[in-house]
């Protein structure tokens, strides 16, 4: 119990640092069971791994809070931020640059993710965190150690963990604001919508390196057409703009506040805590950003809707490359996105390939259509919402091309979004500025792509999954290079698909499903089992969150090792 950890404890001062490893193993405190999963080595090596298992009873959240697996995420975030919050005051008296003597959990950013550092179970709330054991050069420090024990982390679980400590009004506004999000997602398929910005959302961020609200933004302001009204579950009404499917373009000058509205879109997929501005943002969950990548790897993608008559005859049904051009890696993430079921593309002028988007009258005239292996977006746009129901909205403010493709032309003005579709339209169809090669063809095929088991069954050190930050999984010796993967938040969720490729290369024992399909698979385990069920290290997989699948088939492929079928 505690009393034999501080005993320990104190027993250890001034010892080798290697003698730590005795505290490993489950004391029960007044409120709390401790279990020391893992001990670190030394004090440089990567922290100790703990958890605190509180029962649900002593922690007091009503269950009206926690009887939803979406009352459970918010309430776990809420958790996790509280705990984090708290560790931060004591963490400050620590004079360490290092984790020496400090406790650590999962930061939360700006989204509500499913995450592993707070997990509510059926009798109990189970806290995963670290701490880095104390020393003193090399020698253990027991006297800290045992305060840290006894006097710090009660002090936490009190404040940051019992129901009747915590700040409840935010706590049940998390869980009610959670539910409006959830709702609001629902109505969009309801509504035929594909994504909502609710009036006076604030969509600026304070810069390029802080996800939190510009202060003194102009809020946003639906074009009266495009309004819709919801009621919330809270009773709450919401009045916003609904974008209806199809395709929307958004247009205007630069610096005018486009790339923030759909980068407001793009991050709506997630859930967004209160007072963060996009909390009333809500898209389709399956909306994926697609952008150039150049250099990037491909494999057998058919990317044929787009690219054509390769110089060599390349094929480009099957297309594959170590060195992607802009626009052949623009047109294979449309086509992976296609394959992980997207229903909505995202796209940015700023972040695309020219060519992949546009080609103009003057180009058509110079150009032979057989000499340019490109087909431009501008004309499978359309075959891909009529024929496969993908709608797509994007900015083009250097281009008058889509005009006649849009369903719907938003200007923005100085932040304020205006509807321009008509005026659009009208100057579309003017003599002498009508487009000629608006073809209106079949969209194309999206092979099956199944990946060969060599791609993953590695052993030994080949099969090591390593996390560099949220851009970076190192496999065996291979990087996976996912920083182009723009919706991909937090690098908790990066640590989620590196766990989820090697729970993928444990299983893939035939050759028969798609990478669609074995994804499908992983994600249905997940939900059957909890996203701890990923990891092969039983006791604390502290700090994963849960990608979309849209992001763990891009991170696949863009793994160099990746082999498909023929
Ligand atoms: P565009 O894509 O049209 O060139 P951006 O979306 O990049 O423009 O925005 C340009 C600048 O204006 C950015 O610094 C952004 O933070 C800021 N901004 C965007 N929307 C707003 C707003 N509603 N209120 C205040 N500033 C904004
Ligand atoms: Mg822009």
């Known amino acids: 119990n505690a009393t034999a950890l501080g005993q320990t404890l104190n027993a250890l001062d001034g010892q080798k640092y290697g003698a730590y490893k005795r505290i490993k193993g489950s004391y029960q405190f007044a409120q709390y069971q401790l279990a020391v999963d893992h001990v670190q080595v030394d004090p440089y090596a990567p922290p100790s791994k703990m958890r605190i298992i509180l029962n649900r009873k002593t922690a007091g959240i009503p269950d009206e809070l926690l009887d939803t697996k979406d009352k459970r995420i918010a309430v776990a975030d809420f958790l996790t931020r509280a705990f984090w919050n708290k560790i931060q005051a004591t963490n400050k008296k620590v004079k ?29 709330i189970e806290v995963r965190f670290e701490v880095g054991l104390p020393a003193a050069g090399r020698k253990i420090k027991g006297k800290s150690a045992s305060y840290l024990f ?5 002090e936490v679980v009190e404040q940051a963990l019992l129901y009747r400590n915590l700040d409840q009004k935010a706590l049940k506004e998390q869980v009610t604001l959670m539910l409006d999000q959830s709702f609001i997602r629902s109505e969009l398929d309801q509504r035929g919508l594909v994504g909502f910005v609710a009036n006076g959302a604030i969509l600026p961020r304070k810069s390029g390196v802080s996800d939190k609200p510009l202060e003194k933004a102009v809020s946003f302001a639906s074009p009266k057409n495009f309004e819709t009204q919801i009621e919330l579950p809270s009773g709450r009404t919401v009045i916003g703009m609904g974008i209806p499917g199809g395709i929307t373009l958004i247009v205007g000058g630069g610096y005018h506040g486009k790339s923030t509205l759909l980068q407001a879109l793009e991050r709506g997929v997630y859930h967004h805590i209160a007072g963060d501005g996009r909390e009333l943002v809500v898209t389709r969950q399956d909306a994926v950003k697609i952008r150039a990548e150049d250099g990037r790897n491909i494999e057998k993608v058919n990317i044929s809707p787009f690219i054509n008559h390769l110089p060599g005859g390349k094929d480009t049904m099957r297309f594959s490359t170590e060195n992607a ?74 281009s008058g091309d889509y005009f006649e493709v849009a369903d719907q032309i938003l200007m923005m003005d100085e ?75 937090d690098d908790s969720q990066t640590n989620g698909i590196a766990m989820m490729i090697d729970f993928l290369q444990r299983q893939i024992v035939d050759e028969k499903v798609t990478l669609e399909q074995a994804a499908d698979k992983l994600y249905k385990y997940i939900e059957e089992n909890g996203l701890d069920a990923i990891s092969p290290y039983t006791g604390h997989p502290g700090n994963l969150a849960l990608p979309r699948k849209q992001e763990f088939c891009a991170a696949i492929n863009r793994y160099r090792g990746l082999k498909i079928k023929e």
Request: some cysteine; overall charge negative; proline content about 4%.
């Open 150 to 154: 006894k006097t710090v982390l009660p």
């Open 325 to 398: 051009s802009g626009s052949t890696s623009q047109a294979a993430n449309v086509m992976e996105a296609l394959e992980a079921d997207t229903s909505l593309l995202l796209i940015d002028e700023d972040t695309s390939a020219t060519n992949f988007m546009i080609r103009d009258g003057r180009m058509q005239k110079l150009i032979a259509p057989d000499k340019e292996p490109i087909t431009p977006f501008t004309n499978k746009i359309k075959p891909l919402y009529e024929t496969l129901d993908v709608s797509t909205i994007l900015i083009v403010g250097g």
């Open 415 to 489: 932040y304020q979004l205006k509807d321009v579709t008509e005026t659009a339209k009208t100057v579309a169809n003017t003599e002498g500025y009508r487009r000629e090669d608006v073809s209106h063809d079949q969209f194309g095929d999206i092979p099956a792509r199944i990946p060969l088991k060599k791609s993953f069954a590695k052993s030994g050190k080949e099969s090591r999954l390593k996390v560099k930050g949220r851009d970076t999984i190192l496999y065996g010796r291979e990087p996976i290079d996912i920083s182009g993967l723009e919706q991909l938040v």
């Open 96 to 124: 360490d640059s290092g984790t020496n003597g400090k406790v650590l959990i999962d930061r939360c950013g700006q989204e509500i993710l499913e995450r592993t550092s707070v997990v509510v179970n059926v009798d109990d």
